[in-house]
């Protein structure tokens, strides 16, 4: 559906989310201020295109948890475009999706941190998909945005200060945002969970619960396998 009258800024923040995580919900979260986005849209992935191993669990689950971790935020919602897409999810095509489905009347913000973004140069149809989206690049520990320019030199020509929101020219712009976000990780969060160590506070209390009540990440439990 294409949009009508004022502009919407709808920031979109795909990933694993296996499980999603209070950095996530931060990095999320800290991009819609700095962008005063007016939505958001969080995407689970189904095939993480960099990822050798599939999810652990199921597309249900992700999808569960991550409606759990963004009740609190009554501008966001979840969607499982990618969930029910064959293949690899990639980037530039669920972003050509968007800006079709969308239309010219709303700015699309790609919202990732910056150690995913580090990496832009290997994704899919580089550098094809950054005119397709604003970037929204959020610091994560032991990647702070002000390192980009360095690993990056052929892109600082795109970068822009978030503050700086009136542009007529239509140009796609990379917007670092420097806060802090926690240092966690799903990776951490599944190890945890495997070795019977504690996840307290690193993923929302309703995103905790719903793992315990469904034994998921064990390897003892096929429940994170259901399709």
Sequence with gaps: MRSGGRSRRIGVLGGTL???HVGHVETARVA???LSLSSLVILPSRV???RQN???ASPFHRFA???LALSGLPYATVSDE???TEGPSYTVLTLERFADRWGEGSQIFFITGADAFAEIETWYRYPAVLDLAHFAVVSRPGTPVRSLGERLPTLTSRFRDPRDRDDPSGRRWIYPI???TPDVSSTEIRRRLRDGESIQGMVPAEVELHIRRHGLYLETTTAD???
């Design 18 to 20: 296996d499980p999603i």
């Design 82 to 84: 990618e969930l029910c």
């Design 65 to 67: 948890m991550a409606a």
């Design 54 to 56: 599939g999810p652990s």
């Design 178 to 180: 420097d806060a802090p």
């Design 48 to 50: 993480p295109p960099h």
């Design 32 to 34: 819609t201020a700095a």
């Design 225 to 227: 396998h259901l399709q």
